[in-house]
């Protein structure tokens, strides 16, 4: 069996500071992880995702996590947060043999401070 | 493409109603699941399909039924609803099972009374 914990339901962030979301996860497989976003009013949509290689994995609009194995953690961060940032921020993990299914944590809804 | 679509966007029921969720995806995607969202809880795994005629229960399987008859559809029943069901449900769909980016319908607001 395989679990997240996303320790802030909630992060107020003035505009143009840096922000990081942490997730930390446990497994007894390998895992799959991953960040999804989702804007008011809409479904998730893949924010990034870390599969192999490089521990450090980063999206098209400025984000980045960093896998650490000793630490169990994929924290997510932003060196500039936007007002267009504003979303719930969900981690997730999948494994391998048996534990393939995607289980999510009780997200981070990040809310950017004009 | 459409990705996928979810109908409909709202639904109120009375308890003891049945009702189906709709679920079409155009990708041709192998794998599609269901999932409730709750305030706290983010999103709990109801049921899933690896394949056309293959279904499998997730966390919170109580009172839903699935089937999977065509690649593309994958609808959700809710045999007599109760006022815990009351929650948006999100379906998704992906190439695979392992590690594949899965992809989220709008949702559906349901609220039981």
């Known amino acids: 069996a395989q679990s997240v914990t996303q320790l802030d339901s909630q992060v107020p962030v003035f505009e143009e500071a840096p922000v990081e979301l942490r997730c930390n996860y446990s497994s007894s497989v390998s895992v799959y992880l991953f960040w999804y976003v989702q804007y008011p009013n809409q479904g998730l949509q893949l924010l990034l995702k870390y599969l192999s290689g490089s521990t450090l994995v980063e999206s098209i609009n400025g984000f980045e996590a960093e896998f650490n194995k000793s630490q169990t953690s994929f924290h997510l961060r932003k060196p500039s947060v936007h007002i267009s940032d504003t979303a719930e921020y969900f981690c997730?993990?999948?494994?391998?043999?048996?534990?393939?299914?995607?289980?999510f944590g009780t997200g981070t809804r990040l809310t950017i401070i004009p | 493409n459409a990705g996928v679509t979810q109908t409909p966007k709202f639904q109120v029921l009375k308890t003891g109603q049945s009702m189906t969720l709709q679920c079409a995806q155009d990708?041709?995607?192998?794998?599609m699941s269901w999932y409730r969202q709750d305030p706290g809880m983010g999103l709990r795994l109801i049921h899933y399909?690896?394949?056309?005629?293959?279904?499998d229960q997730g966390e919170v399987p109580n009172g839903y039924n699935v089937s999977r008859s065509t690649t593309e559809d994958f609808p959700l029943r809710l045999l007599s609803a109760a006022p815990s069901q009351t929650s948006v449900y999100f379906c998704a769909s992906s190439y695979g099972l392992v590690g594949g980016e899965q992809f989220f319908g709008p949702g559906t607001r349901l609220t039981v009374l």
């Open positions: 997730a993990v999948s494994g391998f043999f048996g534990n393939e299914k995607l289980t």
């Open positions: 399909s690896v394949g056309a005629g293959i279904t």
């Open positions: 990708m041709n995607h192998e794998y």
